[in-house]
């Protein structure tokens, strides 16, 4: 696993200043310690030995050391860009030995495994690298600046190497190294040459020495005077050049917190079968899927009283970044002691006229929800009804912040109702209503689609809605489906229309009231920014009662990347899911293929009912979605995909 890059496999980086050669490759090193004036310190501190981090940023490729006594446990490694949240991470179980694992490198695991972030990210200085088990950051350390950026110059028996050091460096813990096999053959006697700060000093078959801002500001030049001339050809003509720092130093000068910045190097996107390196979601706007976790559950705490509210973190935490512009995540209502409705809006904001999920007393019922997040990082969650109920939040993405301009990014607004046909008059049986989007409550007067809370109410009939563009074809897809007398909602993004409106088909025997509260829209245009949103006409993908509904404890997959006019490299997908015909009680988990099942839900059901939720999920490397039925009976499950997120 270890060859390509180790000595042996005690022969490692923590080298002591006495030092023990730990490269094999042919490479010219930097090493140094920075005082991080100039770079973003990590969140969590520099792993202390024998655990470490290393990173090479050329290759975006991780070493992770140590960890020896969580043998067996899974470790999730995240990079984390300032201002633009996570741009890599993959999951990996830690092995017995020096190294515990590694990512992007032969043997390893590759990025987005475990994780379904499925892109190589472009490691730079200035980013963070961490490790987490679970939700708890156990280490992380912060990508350096310092590199050398030039070839090697042979002058007889002297060779110079050059390169860069940011501000902030502390100089006095650099050392330049050279490393090449063949000079074990030489009077130098080891595969490696070294240069220190300050005047040439002599060592086996060389001197050298390191100095600083000889050739400009933030600059360094390692000098090497070699004893015979075939050593100094060997040294200058070495493939390669890197620049290592370590952030901490031990008394035992076990040196922690590694960057490797190799000189030419090439190599690691694509590496391996790996994904390749891709442009990172960075306009305001844009969706950044994360493996879906659990931020709120209040049977842990208590619950929420009647007519009060909880807020829940969002920004800061789990790797997501300080400020994010919204959140995606599924709102679950658990052991309510009567009827009523929550509400999410950002935290410090007032509370809007409007509902994200409806229950009744006793009921286990969730509902996706894209609400701001507030300036505290935080959402509000209130309880409008007389008694006491749980609430549970698993977020799955977040937007990120700023004015969006580009085509497809997304902008939150504060949840606003857009239609009541209570005040008005309800939609008859195989009817239509529509209602106006662009231009409407200070929505622009060109949107691309829009997100949005419809809810069924005083329904005479059992049936389902379906919301697609005015001026469309209505598809063969549906929104939310109901029972006589159901009051229930379901969330949904719905292209818009030529003309800037929605239009819903009520298909039922009966009447029923319609009401749609809006939370966002996407710009209009065609997106090409990474992370941005391109909708579709609401087309179904999965029906199982075409083939075999989904066993109890098992999973469907169904292909997304290349299906149906979605591209085969597709980030994230939104669909409509919908649980019929089930035997028992339970909940359906959808998540990346090939990734690990998360311990959150997207959708409860009770025996014989048909529910519907909204879900924004990654998709796989293979580009499919697993449905996972965690009951005790089969159910059959159909998804209606309504739009996609470009790759990163």
Known sequence: MNGQLYESSDARYRVTKQGKAGIVATVATVLCTTSLLAIPAASAAVPSFPDNLVVFPDRDFVTVEGYQDRIGQTATVEVRRPGGGIVGSAQSVVAAGDVAFEVNHPGGVCWGAGTGLNVTPDIRPGDVVSIRFGPTEVGATTVQDAYVNADSVLDGTTVTVRGYVAAGVNKNQMEQRIVEPALKDTGVGRRD????????????????????????????????????????RLAAEAVGASALAWEAQDANDNRQGLTIAEFREVGGPGMGGCPPRGEVATVPGSLMPVTPFRALDTRDSTA??????????????????????????????????????????????????????????????ANAVTVPVGADGKVTLFNRSAGTTHLLADVSGYYLQGTPTAAGAFAAVAPTRFLDTRSSKAVSPDSTTTFQVAGANGLPASVSAVVLNLTVAEAQSFGFVSAYPTGMDRPNASTVNFSAGQIIPNSATVPVGADGTVTLFNRSSGNTHLVVDVSGYYLPGTPTAAGTFQAVTPKRFLNTRDTTAAGKDSTVSFQVGGANGIPV?????????????????????????????????????????IVPNSVTVPVGTDGRVSLFNRSTESTHLLADVSGYFLPN
């Open 193 to 232: 040459v070294r240069a220190v700060p300050g005047p040439l000093t002599v060592d086996a078959g060389y001197r050298s020495g390191l100095e600083f801002d000889v050739d400009g500001p933030n600059t360094f030049t390692a000098t090497y005077i070699f004893d015979e001339p075939n050593a100094a």
């Open 304 to 365: 929420v009283g009647a007519d009060s509210s909880v807020s829940f973190q969002v920004a800061g935490v789990n790797g997501l970044p300080a400020e994010v512009s919204a959140v995606v995540f599924n709102l679950t209502v658990a052991e309510a002691k009567s009827h009523g409705f929550v509400t999410a809006y950002a935290s410090g904001t007032d509370k809007p006229d409007a509902s994200n999920l409806n229950f009744g007393a006793g009921q286990i019922v």
């Open 569 to 609: 490299n597709a980030a994230a997908v939104v669909f409509n899911l919908t649980v019929a015909q089930a035997n028992s009680f339970g909940y359906i988990t959808a998540h990346a293929t090939g990734t690990s099942r998360p311990a959150v839900s997207n959708l409860n059901f009770g025996a014989g009912q």
